[in-house]
């Protein structure tokens, strides 16, 4: 369904998306998980320590081997909740920008040409990660 979107003089300017379509981020758009990428950046900007970082590559390759387990799931949110407690949004939000441009280059190219199409037909994309 489409609606007309209304410009200020009153005359109808573009149309609504047509749909949504949800990526996931890893194992969708990456071949693997996203977190290692955003956890080196995480220690570059001094939120986690080395030794998290190294826990934690592990812990990334056991799920990338096994999939994903409570255990894995309960320690991922500790590690991540513990690194963000009392940090500013600027903070974050240099970590999530530098994990982007990083992770951008990552993409798979057939993925992207899928969400290139989905936006040309003019739907809504929207890339979802719980990592």
């Excluded at 005359?11 to 194992?27: E, Q, W, Y």
């Excluded at 570059?44 to 812990?59: A, E, N």
């Amino acid at each position: 369904m489409e609606h007309a979107a209304g410009s200020p003089t009153g005359g109808s300017t573009s149309t609504a998306p047509r749909g949504l379509v949800i990526f996931d981020l890893d194992r969708t758009l990456l071949r693997d998980s996203s977190l290692a990428t955003v956890a080196r950046v995480a220690l570059r900007h001094r939120l986690i320590s080395p030794t998290k970082l190294v826990t934690g590559l592990i812990r990334n390759a056991r799920y990338a081997r096994e999939g994903e387990s409570g255990a894995l799931v309960d320690y991922a949110r500790e590690t991540v909740l513990g690194a963000i407690a009392g940090r500013t949004v600027d903070d974050l939000l240099v970590v999530v920008e530098t994990s982007i441009d990083r992770l951008v280059l990552r993409l798979r190219p057939s993925i992207v040409e899928a969400l290139q199409d989905h936006l040309e037909r003019g739907e809504r994309c929207i890339v979802v990660s719980a990592s």
